[in-house]
């Protein structure tokens, strides 16, 4: 039995240690052991192994009869790596955070760094957040991957093409979004987005109905810190009857979707994707609703002048309407 390739015997390599190199280095030794019988004809050696002219000649200049280790791969490894320059006490403070705020990546966590007076770039957090990672200290929690769903409803009447909301209030996007958290648990809750400031509002029942959407109007009116002017909806049973006559009542303009849209609804179902994500996966909760609602209260809270949005050029919506509000009335998140 033979290596690959015409070399000598199996005995013959065992006989001279080659036992103790890798596959890469039995195959290295026989090409120096082909180019001596062949009287050093290198090129014969590379057509004959289907190698280059520079790598024999790199592994030619390399190897030494003597110490068949010579063969062997070499370390890649840089001689002098980047070093940390970071103190321990700010990656304490990056795994405090990260711990608090499991779904925040790194350019989230820069700008809370900032706000404490830190300067830090996105990029180091990442590289500090990567560094606990690979020594075991951050452990990402298990995700729960809730199952979340909407029913769509028949077609009532649409927002007019030509209604651009200008400013804070001029259309909230208004959704349900269901839960079963745990088996033969049911939970609603309803999900409310302004469009410009992507203030959030929420509030969790065991059912959706016209009755309980139209209490969750009053909730949104009284904690927006801005006045509210007109709401778009999906067809749900729970946005027709009590809640519409509602909104007539109100003086506020109510935009129904056309059935099998939710994309013209995006605002409000990209809110539904975050508070899935980043509180209901992550938080611990018997799910009692009182209690859920007190929690959801709170985060509401982070969500809104804690939480950097992307959308908004990582400022929190708070920051955005104090920015292009300076005189508001002030939100109603606790």
């Not at 955070?97 to 966590?109: A, E, N, S, T, V």
Request: glycine share 8%; proline share 7%.
């Amino acid at each position: 039995m033979q290596i690959k390739g015409r070399g000598w015997p199996r005995s013959r390599y065992l006989e001279r240690g080659a036992v103790e190199l890798s596959h890469g280095g039995r195959l290295r030794l026989q090409w120096m052991d082909y180019y001596r019988q062949h009287g050093g004809n290198a090129g014969l050696t590379c057509r004959h192994f289907g190698i280059s002219r520079q790598t024999f000649y790199r592994w030619k200049g390399r190897y030494d009869p003597g110490d068949l280790a010579s063969l062997e791969a070499r370390s890649h490894r840089p001689h002098h790596r980047r070093q940390p320059t970071w103190t321990a006490e700010l990656a304490e403070r990056v795994l405090g955070l990260r711990r608090q705020y499991p779904c925040w990546g790194k350019d989230k966590l820069a700008v809370l760094l900032h706000r404490e007076g830190r300067s830090v770039s996105a990029s180091m957090v990442g590289r500090i957040l990567s560094r606990l990672k690979g020594r075991g200290v951050l452990i990402e929690p298990p995700a729960r991957h809730l199952k979340a769903r909407r029913r769509p409803r028949p077609y009532a009447r649409r927002k007019p093409r030509d209604y651009r909301p200008q400013a804070p209030g001029d259309l909230v996007e208004v959704d349900t979004l269901e839960l079963h958290p745990l088996p033969g648990v049911t939970l609603k809750q309803f999900t409310a987005r302004d469009v410009v400031s992507r203030w959030d509002v929420l509030e969790a029942h065991t059912r959706a109905t016209a009755t309980l959407a139209t209490g969750f109007l009053d909730t949104l009116i009284r904690r927006l810190p801005f006045p509210l002017r007109a709401l778009q909806v999906d067809g749900g049973s729970e946005f027709a009857a009590q809640f519409e006559d509602a909104c007539r009542e109100r003086g506020l303009e109510l935009f129904v979707l056309p059935p099998r849209s939710p994309k013209l609804n995006g605002h409000v179902e990209r809110a539904n994707r975050t508070h899935t994500e980043e509180f209901y996966e992550i938080t611990p909760s018997t799910f009692e609703l009182a209690a859920l609602n007190r929690e959801l209260r709170a985060w509401e809270h982070t969500y809104n002048t804690v939480r950097p949005h992307q959308a908004l050029g990582y400022l929190t919506p708070a920051e955005f309407l104090a920015q292009s509000q300076p005189q508001r009335k002030e939100p109603m998140c606790h």
